[in-house]
């Protein structure tokens, strides 16, 4: 049974850091696109970051220079590390993951992935 526990949310204030964790069990698949998905109350759950073999990664617009996706294949860990945050980054967070296929990219697509965590609260006030 695959199973994704995201950790590390919390309350900052404008400018501030924090570091999400999702750690991963019962992974199926060798070769796997993780990426980090967000949604704010009211609106659509959008693509953050994502990393696939390989080590290439994926980001959003809106995150890219403040937030890095990385992963520790050794403790089965993704991270997304979230520096000068922005009262429009709070959102639940979720870690997902998916088979990659071969000469896929990992796009920052929802419903493309079949495994989800809980979420993580995360909350920048201005």
């Known amino acids: 049974q695959v199973q994704l526990v995201e950790s590390g949310g919390g309350s900052v204030q404008a400018g501030g850091s924090l570091r999400l964790s999702c750690a991963a069990s019962g992974y199926p698949y060798s070769r796997n696109c993780m990426g980090w998905f967000r949604q704010a109350p009211g609106k659509e759950r959008e693509g953050v970051a994502s990393?696939?073999?390989?080590?290439?990664?994926t980001y959003a617009d809106s995150v890219k220079g403040r937030f890095t996706i990385s992963q520790d294949n050794a403790k089965n860990t993704l991270y997304l590390e979230m520096n000068n945050l922005e009262p429009e980054d709070t959102a639940m967070y979720y870690c997902a993951a998916r088979r990659q296929a071969s000469g896929d990219t990992c796009r920052l697509v929802p419903y493309e992935y079949n495994y989800w965590g809980q979420g993580t609260q995360v909350t920048v006030s201005s």
């Open positions: 990393v696939g073999r390989g080590g290439i990664k």
